[in-house]
């Protein structure tokens, strides 16, 4: 039986990413885990988060994580969402400027506010509900309608300094990317775990990935 | 390609029962609360809200299982509201699987629990509820207040002001509900609806009146509602979600069908 480790550092809500994952394959041995040994042991990597990125930032720092992750994002299939793709980028602006990661060069900015639609309606911030996913050519697209609406809620966004790791975009009310991908690292701006089945089917085919394109 | 307005059912529970009444008499029972849950994610509900009307203390861990069930197997966002009142009740329920909760009285009791409830859990779980009722007179400029206990106790702070505080102090979004029009099923209080989402940066749900198709289009159309929540019209199976999506999108709106 193959594994799936979900990162928990202390930030947000991990049962429902747990419980989507069995969902979508009852197969995977799915664990919640703090432990650097066993996520150096798990076949694929899961790394969630919502919050603040200070926050999350000083969580993986003190906890020693910040580590591991170097480690098996060099490794493993790997999967950020949310908070967990804005911490593989190189900075934020949240908080003044948080140093993150660096996995994925590039960095995270914020929605500009005074927003516009095409009508003239004010864009909301945080951006939140189910938007188009425009999608490049991956192994996690599989099964998926090119632009399906998932499910997104967030503020910042990230801008990569290498636009060819851009996996997907989505509108608000400009192009930006919502999803990134590396070699054996994937991750999405929007949440697979709220998608409903197009979500589940994201899921399903990261954990049958062996994270090669 | 744009972002999507959202259709949320609003499922009203006591002891552990969906119940839907006119201003919280005339009950009446619509059934199992993950039920009529897994009914609304198969014809297309972008979120659901629980709402905890449970009037006993004892009663209350109904929801937290309630949640449980439904997020183990519901995969879209799930609000909870009622009763959170300490940050040991969002995190019972965000444990259970909800994704958001709405803070109503306790919002209004002590603003500073919104404050802290963003700090400890994010803004993007932080829905603040907020009960209106019109207290200008015919002829008198809009003035709107905050009302509480099912709109029978008023509190003197205007609605419009009161959204923008709770935004500076977290709110992630405002459920908004006309307490002149709840359970009335005449449609929306769009002036007040406009005002607020007009003068906040985030989303806002509009509540409180639904009693047809049309009402969920003007929510959007003319209220400028980023989502419509309704309870009755959905639990009887007048219409279905998946007929609003389609009626929502006839008038020229962006759903996700």
């Given at each position: 039986?193959?594994?799936v480790a979900v990162?928990?550092?202390?930030m947000?809500n991990?049962h429902?990413i747990?419980?989507?994952?069995?969902?979508?394959?009852?197969?995977v041995?799915?664990?919640?885990?703090a432990?650097?040994?066993?996520?150096?042991?798990?076949?694929r990597v899961?790394f969630p988060?919502v919050?603040?990125i200070?926050?999350?930032m000083q969580?993986l720092n003190q906890?020693?994580?910040?580590a591991?992750?170097?480690?098996?994002a060099?490794?493993k299939?790997f999967?950020?969402?949310?908070l967990?793709?804005q911490?593989?980028?190189?900075?934020?602006?949240?908080?003044?400027?948080?140093?993150?990661?660096d996995?994925l060069?590039g960095?995270?900015?914020?929605?500009?506010?005074g927003?516009?639609?095409?009508?003239?309606?004010?864009?909301?911030?945080?951006h939140?509900g189910w938007?188009?996913?425009?999608f490049?050519?991956?192994?996690?697209w599989d099964?998926i309608?090119q632009d399906?609406?998932?499910?997104?809620?967030h503020s910042?966004?990230a801008?990569p300094?290498?636009?060819?790791?851009?996996?997907?975009?989505t509108?608000y009310?400009?192009a930006?990317a919502c999803?990134?991908a590396?070699?054996?690292?994937?991750?999405v701006?929007?949440h697979?775990?709220?998608?409903q089945?197009?979500?589940?089917?994201l899921?399903?085919?990261?954990?049958?990935?062996?994270?090669q394109? | 390609m744009s972002l999507?307005k959202?259709?949320?059912?609003c499922?009203?529970?006591?002891d552990?029962?969906?119940v839907?009444g006119?201003?919280?008499?005339d009950?009446?029972?619509?059934?199992d609360?993950v039920?009529?849950?897994?009914?609304?994610?198969?014809e297309?509900a972008?979120?659901i809200?629980f709402?905890?009307?449970?009037?006993t203390?004892?009663?209350?861990?109904?929801?937290?299982h309630?949640?449980?069930?439904?997020?183990?197997?519901?995969?879209?966002?799930?609000t909870?509201?009622g009763g959170?009142?300490?940050?040991?009740?969002?995190r019972?329920m965000?444990n259970?699987g909800?994704?958001?909760?709405?803070i109503n009285?306790?919002?209004?009791f002590?603003?500073?629990?919104?404050?802290?409830?963003?700090?400890?859990?994010?803004s993007?779980?932080i829905?603040v509820?907020?009960?209106?009722?019109?207290v200008s007179?015919?002829?008198?400029v809009?003035?709107?207040?905050?009302?509480t206990h099912?709109?029978?106790?008023?509190?003197g702070?205007?609605?419009?002001?009161?959204?923008?505080k709770?935004v500076t102090?977290g709110?992630?979004?405002?459920l908004l509900t006309?307490?002149?029009r709840?359970?009335?099923?005449?449609?929306f209080?769009?002036?007040?609806?406009?005002?607020?989402?007009e003068a906040?940066?985030?989303?806002?749900i509009a509540?409180?009146?639904?009693?047809?198709l049309d009402?969920?289009?003007?929510?959007?159309?003319?209220?400028k509602?980023d989502?419509?929540?309704?309870?009755?019209i959905f639990?009887f199976?007048?219409?279905?979600?998946?007929?609003?999506?389609?009626h929502?999108?006839?008038?020229?709106?962006?759903?996700?069908?």
């Open positions: 039986m193959s594994s990162i928990d550092y202390g947000g991990l429902s747990a419980k989507a994952l069995q969902h979508a394959a009852p197969d041995d799915v664990q919640i885990v432990d650097p040994e066993l996520i150096l042991q798990a076949d899961v988060g919050g603040a200070r926050d999350c969580a906890s020693g994580l910040s591991v992750i170097q480690s098996v060099k490794t299939p999967l950020g969402i949310c967990g793709m911490a593989l980028l190189t900075d934020n602006e949240e908080n003044g400027n948080t140093k993150c990661l996995i060069p960095h995270v900015v914020r929605f500009s506010d927003l516009q639609d095409s009508e003239g309606n004010k864009l909301k911030i945080p939140m938007n188009q996913v425009h490049l050519p991956h192994p996690l099964n309608p399906s609406r998932f499910y997104f809620v910042y966004y801008i300094d290498d636009t060819a790791v851009i996996a997907a975009t509108e009310p400009d930006f999803a990134l590396q070699d054996n690292v994937f991750a701006q929007f697979p775990e709220k998608s089945a197009v979500g589940l089917q899921l399903n085919n990261f954990l049958h990935w062996n994270g394109i | 999507a959202r259709i949320i059912p499922l009203d529970v006591a552990g029962r969906v839907k006119v201003k919280f008499v009950i009446r029972d619509a059934g609360p039920e009529v849950a897994r009914r609304y994610d198969r297309g972008d979120e809200t709402l905890d009307i449970t009037a203390h004892d009663n209350r861990d109904t929801i937290v309630v949640v449980e069930q439904v997020a183990s197997e519901v995969f879209i966002p799930l909870v509201g959170i009142r300490t940050l040991d009740d969002i019972r965000l259970a909800a994704d958001k909760v709405g009285s306790a919002a209004v002590n603003p500073e629990f919104v404050r802290e409830a963003a700090e400890r859990f994010g993007q779980c829905v509820a907020i009960d209106a009722k019109k007179q015919p002829g008198e809009d003035r709107w207040e905050i009302f099912g709109g029978r106790k008023p509190t702070i205007e609605a419009i002001g009161w959204a923008q709770m102090y709110a992630g979004e405002i006309s307490m002149d709840d359970g009335t099923r005449e449609g209080d769009l002036p007040l609806t406009r005002a607020i989402s906040v940066t985030v989303p806002v509540s409180g009146g639904v009693g047809n009402h969920l289009a003007d929510g959007v159309i003319k209220g509602a989502a419509v929540l309704a309870a009755s639990h199976a007048e219409y279905t979600i998946q007929q609003a999506k389609e929502m999108a006839a008038r020229g709106i962006e759903m996700r069908l």
